[in-house]
């Protein structure tokens, strides 16, 4: 290798070791003084009660206006079901209408046009997750043919937020005082809190077949709901 790269090579390499020791030399700085770091952690587990589902309808006709006409009438029969059902209008979002022209394919042939296709989704909040499978069954019968997903939720999900946020504070405090005592230490109180809000887990998925039964609508009032939270502690030490 050339002597003048390698060189090179060596120096870039002390600059980047120098430039970590002093950034750590910095940290160790900061924290000069006795201490202890914990992270609490928790998870907190509901038995889910309302549900958000996600359903489409995909139509094909020959022509761009059979295809549309086709989609709104399944979207709007659904829609009117789910009104006498109870859902309110407000837990009802209708996804704008995608149109795409279909065409077949031949080798060394110009494609040829052979009708269009039309599909619209709905994003339906059910509170009721007892009435669940009768809205799925009914989506099927007013000709939405695809059901995306089912995402099961808890009704007191801002409850169950804060409970968990706070077992993690009381974890990360447990933590600290049972090392602190078996050093033979006292804390002394807190230093830093770094905290990073959590996402909820994604509560139990399930993807709905065409066909329900007994067995299918049990499954999802039996979901569970989990919610996790952290928080990383630094405590002085007296």
């Known amino acids: 290798m050339n002597k003048i790269l390698l060189t090179s ?3 870039a390499s002390l600059f980047t070791l120098t430039a970590t020791s002093s950034l ?3 940290q160790a700085a900061e924290l000069s003084f006795a201490h202890i770091e914990t992270v609490g952690t928790s998870t907190i587990e509901a038995a889910a009660d309302m549900a958000i589902i996600n359903v489409q309808v995909s139509i094909e006709a020959d022509s761009a206006k059979a295809a549309k006409d086709k989609a709104d009438e399944a979207v709007s029969q659904f829609m009117q079901r789910l009104l006498k ?3 309110d209008k407000k837990h009802i979002q209708s996804a704008n209408l995608q149109l795409n022209p279909q065409y077949m394919y031949v080798q060394n042939e110009p494609r040829k046009l052979t009708g269009y296709n039309a599909s619209r989704q709905m994003t339906i909040t059910v509170i009721d997750l007892n009435s669940l499978n009768e809205l799925l069954d009914s989506a099927l019968v007013e000709g939405i043919n695809n059901v ?3 995402e099961l939720k808890s009704s007191q999900e801002t409850k169950i937020i804060a409970q968990a946020r706070q077992a993690a504070i009381d974890d990360a405090k447990q933590k600290a005082q049972s090392l602190a005592k078996g050093f033979g230490e006292q804390i002394a109180g807190v230093w830093q ?3 990073f809000p959590q996402q909820a887990n ?3 998925m399930y993807r709905a077949s ?3 039964n007994a067995d299918v609508a049990q499954t999802y009032q039996q979901g569970q709901v989990a919610i996790s939270d952290r928080v990383e502690v630094v405590f002085r030490l007296k």
Do not use: C, F, H, L
Request: net charge positive; glycine share 4%.
């Open 202 to 204: 994604q509560p139990e």
């Open 9 to 11: 090579i060596i120096s």
């Open 24 to 26: 750590s030399t910095v």
């Open 210 to 212: 065409m066909k329900m």
């Open 85 to 87: 059902a109870g859902v």
């Open 148 to 150: 995306n997903n089912i």
């Open 193 to 195: 809190v770094r905290y």
